[in-house]
């Protein structure tokens, strides 16, 4: 529920009464009220009925108990009071499943008359693409489409006059290009791509207080980065130094009034902490020191690491060495791979790859093709090509490190999660390199993602033609590109960890795998948790997935570091 408090002192007064809870909420600039968004009660069934919780299936996950309802736009008065209805239908505002950004946000126009929604056509997860930007009359209650377009479109925030409208679209309204920013009148129209120069997959887009320009982030190599960009003009990127402001699929940051920033963010030594700077032009200083005890510590230096990879790309990873790091010795290698696909490995604070390098590895974090880092020829190129082309860029990343004479080539181990677990089966099933491999949340079979996850039917979109694979001659492709299909040339020691009501990747896989390789006589342990969520968020079983990572790289990994 909302509530609101008085912050000269008091108790908080609870001033919504939603029966199924609030998802968001926006405070109306003249502060008189607050928009929020509440999920429809479900059918209200009699006498017997009402004990049958039968439903049908749409285009959600396997874990789904009850059909969706819609989500709708509500507002209420501030001081409390009568809630008043704003929209209602069969669609749905679009709602938020981590991980993933939030749900695309509610933004009053200045004047407080209207406002801003992304409309997606269903509450069906597995139909999140089918989003548009709505504007909404307040006071009529009336809404209508702010572009033509018919999908992909949300996150809109008005400019600071309220004439115009920001909001993120696809390059060309295809999915696997990277995200860019795209301002139009308030009126209506597609308006214009403000970012394509930029070629970064563009996660924020704030307006400065003149109204003549937009704050944009996403990744940028091996950082985490911001840019100040003028309508119509040249993007600058902000010399952030040595921080990367926090990202999860959105980057949180406040702009003050007088055109100062604040962010939550790290630098390679130093975990999370509150930054600020006075203008886009100055520095950023430090406003925390709550993990001056972490920062204090021993660490291991972390570094870029660039490589000319398969294909024409130019590559790039993240190498952490160990505290104490002897370039005189040769050192077990660890590949930890991030998820995504569309994201990066970036030099900002990593305890896990820090964890592991003081385990006396060098822990390297590749990025590859479908990183959403390096532009968007870069982040396409995984298109109809989830594995080969990303397992040949990681592994010319490999054969980079080598080069520099510090890794023990026959002591190498690969793990990651969710896309890492893709990528990580991928490569014990096409490369025999390794001696241990630790797969989370692993997708192995595409077939099982596409009919069982939340994303489910999505799924369609990373394949040729954006087709079912039981359709045409799709199914072919899914199993070409799923892991499992190769599981016979499996042969590295596996840990296998997924949480048993995951949404994004189905339990199921993990099954599949662990009887494939025990079959096949693959030394392999399956370790589940007991939760929803795509990985553990309490510290005692994150914690228990840390150490069995790391004792599984122990145990085949071990043995005196080598010197040349």
Do not use: C
């Amino acid at each position: 529920q909302v509530f609101v408090l008085d912050m000269r002192g008091g108790e908080a007064r609870q001033i919504t009464e939603a029966t199924n809870g609030v998802e968001q909420y926006a405070w109306r600039p003249d502060g008189a009220d607050i928009a929020y968004v509440t999920p429809d009660d479900a059918e209200h069934k009699k006498e017997i009925d009402a004990h049958n919780d039968a439903f049908e299936v749409g285009d959600d996950g396997y874990l789904t108990t009850a059909a969706p309802t819609p989500s709708h736009l509500w507002i209420v008065p501030a001081a409390g009071g009568t809630a008043r209805r704003l929209t209602r239908g069969a669609w749905s505002l679009a709602k938020s499943e981590p991980p993933g950004p939030p749900s695309s946000p509610l933004a009053w126009s200045p004047d407080s008359k209207s406002l801003l929604f992304t409309q997606q056509a269903t509450p069906h997860f597995g139909n999140a693409d089918q989003s548009v930007v709505m504007v909404l009359d307040v006071a009529t209650g009336e809404s209508r489409k702010l572009t033509t377009h018919q999908a992909f479109e949300g996150y809109a925030t008005f400019s600071p006059d309220g004439s115009r409208v920001s909001y993120w679209y696809p390059r060309d309204g295809d999915p696997n290009n990277v995200n860019d920013i795209r301002v139009t009148a308030v009126t209506g129209g597609d308006g214009t791509d403000e970012t394509r120069a930029v070629d970064r997959n563009l996660v924020r887009a704030v307006w400065m207080a003149d109204g003549k320009s937009l704050l944009v982030g996403g990744h940028d190599g091996t950082r985490t980065a911001l840019w100040l960009l003028p309508l119509g003009g040249a993007a600058k990127r902000l010399d952030l130094g040595d921080v990367s402001p926090s990202w999860g699929f959105w980057i949180d940051v406040s702009l003050g009034r007088d055109g100062a920033l604040a962010f939550a963010g790290s630098t390679p030594d130093r975990p999370t902490e509150l930054y600020y700077l006075a203008s886009p032009t100055t520095p950023p200083r430090r406003l925390t020191d709550l993990n001056a005890e972490v920062a204090s510590r021993q660490l291991g230096t972390m570094e870029r690491l660039e490589w000319p990879g398969p294909d024409g790309f130019r590559d790039d990873g993240v190498v952490t060495y160990p505290p104490g790091f002897d370039k005189a010795k040769r050192y077990p290698l660890v590949l930890i791979i991030h998820g995504g696909p569309t994201a990066a490995s970036v030099r900002a604070f990593n305890l896990f790859s820090q964890v592991v390098a003081a385990h006396d590895y060098i822990v390297f974090s590749p990025n590859y093709r479908g990183s959403d880092n390096l532009g968007n020829a870069y982040q396409r190129a995984i298109f109809n090509d989830a594995g080969d082309g990303p397992g040949r860029d990681v592994m010319a990343g490999i054969a980079a490190l080598v080069r520099l004479g510090v890794v023990d080539t026959t002591r190498i181990a690969v793990s990651g999660w969710s896309y890492g677990g893709y990528m990580t089966t991928w490569l014990t099933g096409h490369y025999h390199v390794w001696k241990a491999a630790v797969a989370g949340a692993a997708v192995t079979n595409l077939v099982d993602q596409y009919n069982m996850a939340d994303f489910n039917v999505l799924e369609r979109y990373s394949f040729a033609s954006f087709g079912s694979p039981w359709t045409g001659k799709s199914l072919q492709a899914y199993r070409d590109q799923s892991p499992i299909s190769y599981v016979a040339a499996m042969k590295t020691p596996t840990l296998i960890l997924s949480d048993v009501r995951d949404p994004r990747v189905t339990v199921t896989q993990s099954y599949e795998l662990y009887h494939a390789l025990r079959d096949n006589g693959v030394p392999v342990k399956f370790v589940a948790y007991p939760l929803d969520g795509h990985f553990p968020g309490d510290p005692v079983r994150t914690t228990d997935v840390y150490r069995r990572w790391l004792g599984w790289l122990d145990q085949y990994l071990k043995g005196p570091v080598s010197t040349r």
